[in-house]
């Protein structure tokens, strides 16, 4: 079965940088678009970031871009999430999540249970 298990989250000060992981298992990988979302208390979800299944094309969310790298490694079986110049606003459980396509924005349709990323003095 789709196994998505994230790792890399943790307390930060702002400025700072984190690198999440998302192992992902039970498909095949390389076949589909993949995406880094979030959710903070008392708000909804939002996706954060995509990648096409090669990684030849990317989208961020417009409070990320310049500051997150989404990237992924299909030899690897893992997506990844480089974070920088980190905010306070961005603390949230961050999910990975799979599409049912290969280079859409839309069809997520696994979740993993996520990372916790707390950014705070």
């Known amino acids: 079965q789709v196994q998505l298990v994230e790792s890399g989250g943790g307390l930060v000060q702002p400025g700072g940088s984190l690198r999440l992981s998302c192992a992902a298992s039970g498909f095949t990988f390389s076949m589909y678009a993949m995406s880094w979302n979030r959710q903070a208390p008392g708000k909804e979800r939002e996706l954060v970031a995509a990648i096409t299944n090669a990684g030849g094309s990317t989208t961020y969310a417009d409070s990320v871009k310049g500051r997150f790298t989404i990237s992924r490694d299909n030899a690897k079986n893992t997506l990844y999430l480089q974070m920088n110049s980190l905010k306070p606003e961005d603390t949230a459980v961050y999910s990975c999540?799979?599409?049912?396509?290969?280079?859409?924005?839309?069809?997520?349709?696994?979740w993993g249970q996520g990372t916790q990323v707390t950014v705070s003095s």
């Open positions: 999540a799979k599409s049912r396509y290969a280079s859409s924005w839309s069809g997520f349709h696994y």
